[in-house]
């Protein structure tokens, strides 16, 4: 099969189109014929050699896949060859085949594209772990959402709107963002390049409460507004660290607000709890998409001879939403 292949970590450049062996799926698995996939920020990060695949699954990049069921392994019975499915994989994405565990698969709505079922599972699945199953956002509630334009920020702000429509929703974003996150019905958005320190801001719009859950992937930088953001019991929820892992840390604050912070990461968790997540998503988030209440966001589509092209756009953060890459037709 064709898939995009890396022989040394590096720049965009490294990745080039070849050909390697085709997967077998094993008894609990399925073999996908991949017709759309969708570059993620973790793609660019083992790209360079900083996040590695978790044991046993492929090295080639890739989190989320779209396509038809090629083969079924003897212990999966709830899928047939033939199926228009989408799936969270661990890696392996960027081919003409994937595997993914049957557990880990959910059924394509018959009016939803392939390419925008790629966009679903690793963005809308992180978002809705981190909003709703860790941080419980409920109706009526107050939540920070940073960096309003990239593929999880935008997913977020979607589900939060379906799913609770009576939250209100905080973004900070980029200033040429700004419009189209406004566009997306949320109650605040904040130029983050001119109000770095938006505690103040927050102070202002929650009349001194504070927020009830902050959804954050900026990390050391922002430790300290966010907590002083956060309302009582509230949650910090820290998906990435792009501005660093070390910060200082009030605890006393912490501890009177009876504030929460957690790590989470959805790619290193087990077979069995990313099931239970995708099971919890499909039951609760998947009609949305059916309805066509949610609609994945394309900033563009690009053919896989193009992967190089559709990186440089992901690093130089030119596209809201996701960007996707089309491997079939």
């Known amino acids: 099969m064709k898939a995009v292949l890396i022989e040394e970590f590096g720049a965009p450049e490294v990745m080039q189109v070849g050909e390697i062996d085709k997967p077998q799926p094993k008894a609990d698995e399925v073999l996908i014929k ?110 920070i959402i940073h960096g309003g334009g990239g593929g999880v920020n935008t997913a977020a702000i979607q589900l939060a709107k379906a799913l609770t429509p009576n939250a209100k929703l905080i973004i900070t974003a980029n200033p040429s963002k700004m419009e189209r996150v406004k566009e997306l019905g949320v109650d605040l958005v904040i130029d983050y390049t001119e109000t770095p320190d938006f505690t103040g801001v927050i102070k202002e719009f929650t009349g001194k409460k504070g927020v009830d859950l902050i959804l954050d992937h900026v990390g050391a930088k922002y430790l300290k507004p966010n907590m002083y953001s956060l309302g009582y019991k509230g949650k910090l929820v820290i998906i990435g660290i792009i501005s660093g892992i070390k910060a200082e840390l009030n605890l006393a604050l912490m501890m009177v607000k009876r504030q929460q912070i957690i790590g989470s990461v959805l790619r290193s968790r087990p077979v069995a709890e990313k099931g239970d997540i995708i099971a919890e998503f499909t039951r609760r988030a998947l009609p949305k998409f059916a309805d066509r209440t949610i609609v994945p966001i394309i900033e563009k589509v690009f053919p896989m001879a193009e992967v190089v092209a559709a990186h440089k756009m992901m690093e130089e953060d030119q596209h809201f939403g996701k960007i996707v890459m089309k491997i079939a037709e």
């Open 34 to 143: 991949v017709v759309a996939t969708s570059i993620n920020r973790p793609d660019l990060v083992q790209r360079v050699g900083n996040y590695p695949p978790p044991a046993g699954d492929s090295e080639i990049l890739g989190l989320e896949v779209a396509g038809t069921v090629a083969e079924i392994g003897k212990d999966v019975t709830t899928w047939k060859v033939g199926d228009r499915v989408m799936a969270l994989v661990g890696g392996g994405g960027y081919a003409e085949y994937a595997v993914a565990y049957g557990i880990h698969l959910m059924p394509i709505p018959d009016n939803m594209s392939f390419e925008e079922a790629a966009c679903v599972n690793e963005s809308y699945i992180t978002a809705f772990l981190n909003v709703f199953m860790i941080g419980g956002l409920q109706d009526g509630q107050t939540a």
